[in-house]
């Protein structure tokens, strides 16, 4: 079936450090969404991307769609200790619904 | 931007009793609604799609008389987890689906935890 795989499951990173977190899906897709979970919160969608190749940037965070539409990847520059939580990618299932990557966990170093 | 609100937003309950959760998407109708159910550190794992008048569609393994679900409006669907067991006890997340031109777009509530003594 169709699965999206995202990686690292954890990241640690000192603050000030660059993060970059992964998803591949198995099939093409029609757009990817990504979202941020804070620590004990709920999912906050952030982007969705649709085109084929595009890059996305909401200030520190970049977001970008591969060009067969299979992969997609958040780059957060500088990490700040707000930026802590679990990102989510996620792709269309059927005409409804998302299928979820796992996660990719940052965490800022003491 | 569209706002889901969730009700309540955490429950204890004794063993064998039911407890109802509502979703409501506040300033946009929403034929569509998500309940997903969170494990600590795991991805949402989706347990029904919820259909505006219609019966709703639930994932594998997902039991559906014991996890009834209403959609009787285009604001507001109802999870009732029926005789919950402390197996049940997790994060219930339910999402509401705004369509806008071609983008559907699902804006998550803020999550039930639910404990079960």
């Known amino acids: 079936g169709q699965q999206v795989m995202q990686i690292p499951q954890y990241q640690h990173v000192q603050e000030g450090e660059d993060f970059t977190t992964y998803c591949n899906s198995s099939?093409?897709?029609?757009?990817i969404q990504w979202y941020k979970q804070r620590p004990g919160g709920h999912p906050v969608f952030l982007i969705q991307?649709?085109?084929s190749g595009e890059v996305k940037k909401q200030k520190r965070l970049t977001f970008q769609f591969g060009e067969a539409k299979k992969n997609s990847s958040l780059h957060i520059t500088a990490t700040q200790t707000t930026d802590v939580g679990t990102y989510f990618c996620?792709?269309?299932?059927?005409?409804?619904?998302?299928?979820w990557g796992a996660g990719t966990k940052l965490i800022i170093k003491p | 931007g569209a706002v889901v609100s969730q009700h309540p937003s955490w429950v204890i309950c004794k063993s064998g009793t039911s407890v109802k959760i509502e979703c409501r998407s506040l300033?946009?109708?929403?034929?569509?609604m998500f309940w997903y159910r969170q494990f600590p550190k795991q991805s949402l794992m989706l347990m029904a799609t919820?259909?505006?008048?219609?019966?709703?569609?639930?994932e594998q393994g997902v039991e559906k008389d014991k996890f009834l679900i209403n959609h009787a409006s285009l604001t507001l669907s109802t999870l009732t987890v029926t005789s919950a067991h402390p197996e049940d006890s997790s994060f219930y997340i339910c999402?509401?689906?705004?369509?806008?031109?071609?983008?559907?777009?699902?804006?998550f509530g803020p999550g039930t935890r639910l404990t079960v003594l």
């Open positions: 999402s509401a689906q705004q369509t806008s031109g071609s983008t559907d777009t699902q804006y």
């Open positions: 300033d946009f109708q929403a034929t569509t």
């Open positions: 919820s259909n505006e008048g219609s019966k709703a569609t639930y």
């Open positions: 099939t093409t897709l029609s757009n």
């Open positions: 991307l649709v085109k």
């Open positions: 996620a792709g269309p299932y059927s005409n409804y619904q998302l299928i």
